[in-house]
């Protein structure tokens, strides 16, 4: 299994609340940690604990944080040797954690120079892979870019379109094969007017599991510790199945398991399950800590 992931890289700065801040409001936080993220990274990392060859194509600053974000994806199997280097600092994202929901705030940084050059230099890995994941977090060109060359190669486009931005819906839609929503983005991407009547379409419903094909299919039971990355986990963990071969809804349970794993853990990529978690799970000889 050969697995491309064209997307973010960010240093996450976690911040956990009792509860959202309201106007003119100051709120103490319960905590703050750091944690690699980046909806592009935290799908690689997911690819790569699930047993593909990942590799991740991106940006990050040339500094600190750019720096350990690549030792990271090293640390975690994933091919780092396409993530270039461009002016401007690391991408950020602040994730507000209640008990509740996660809100993130995410402040580009180099994220914002990935483009159509970095997936033209990446097109011959690309056009090689089974599957080819993308998001929402860069730029329309690049991502419509890195689509096409899947698409030369035979390889699968599993789009995730979050957060949605209307050009980069226009530009890639026409090119995927799966498209990966919840409720709110897919009337947004609908709002966009985007010819999206030929791809698969995979609705998360967050505790009530995932819908595809038309078919409901149910979560597993999960202890809430941090949200952050389970729809990443969930993405990176379709991917794969598809990879390997399974139908859709076959490969959108093997995601609701990775998914249900990943909310048990703080922090985006150190959350992403393994390969052995999500088949324990999925064979009934573990389960994800109940709610």
């Given at each position: 299994m050969k697995v491309v992931s064209f997307g973010s890289l960010n240093c996450d700065l976690s911040i956990w609340l009792h509860r959202l801040p309201g106007p003119d409001e100051t709120l103490r936080a319960d905590k703050m940690e750091s944690f690699a993220g980046g909806k592009g990274a935290n799908q690689a990392t997911?690819?790569?604990?699930?047993?593909?060859?990942?590799?991740?194509?991106?940006?990050?600053?040339?500094?600190?944080?750019?720096?350990?974000?690549?030792?990271?994806?090293?640390?975690?199997?994933?091919?780092?040797?396409?993530?270039?280097?461009?002016?401007?600092?690391?991408?950020?994202?602040?994730?507000?954690i209640t008990?509740?929901?996660?809100?993130?705030?995410?402040?580009?940084?180099?994220?914002?120079?990935?483009?159509?050059?970095d997936a033209?230099?990446?097109?011959?890995?690309?056009?090689?892979?089974?599957?080819l994941l993308l998001q929402g977090e860069v730029a329309a060109a690049g991502a419509r870019r890195a689509a096409q060359a899947a698409r030369s190669g035979g390889a699968s486009v599993v789009f995730n379109p979050a957060p949605v931005d209307p050009f980069l819906v226009e530009a890639v839609a026409p090119l995927a094969d799966v498209l990966v929503m919840n409720r709110a983005e897919q009337s947004q991407v609908a709002a966009t007017g985007a010819d999206t009547a030929h791809c698969r379409?995979?609705?998360?419903?967050?505790?009530?599991?995932?819908?595809?094909?038309?078919?409901?299919?149910?979560?597993?039971p999960a202890r809430v510790v941090d949200p952050t990355g389970a729809g990443d986990a969930f993405c990176g963990a379709l991917g794969v199945a598809l990879?390997?071969?399974?139908?859709?809804?076959?490969?959108?349970?093997?995601?609701?398991?990775?998914?249900?794993?990943?909310?048990?853990?703080?922090?985006?990529?150190?959350?992403?399950?393994?390969?052995?978690a999500v088949q324990s799970l999925l064979e009934g000889r573990g389960e994800a800590p109940a709610r």
């Open positions: 997911a690819a790569a604990r699930l047993g593909a060859e990942a590799h991740m194509v991106g940006c990050v600053g040339d500094d600190d944080r750019g720096r350990w974000l690549r030792g990271v994806l090293d640390s975690n199997g994933v091919d780092a040797s396409l993530v270039r280097t461009a002016d401007g600092p690391t991408g950020t994202a602040v994730p507000l008990p509740d929901e996660v809100s993130i705030i995410v402040v580009a940084g180099a994220n914002a120079s990935t483009g159509a050059a033209e230099a990446a097109a011959e890995v690309i056009a090689s892979a089974d599957v379409t995979v609705l998360t419903l967050g505790g009530l599991g995932a819908q595809a094909d038309g078919v409901v299919i149910p979560p597993y990879a390997e071969g399974r139908v859709l809804i076959e490969a959108v349970r093997f995601a609701n398991a990775a998914g249900a794993l990943a909310v048990s853990v703080p922090g985006a990529q150190p959350s992403m399950p393994t390969r052995a």
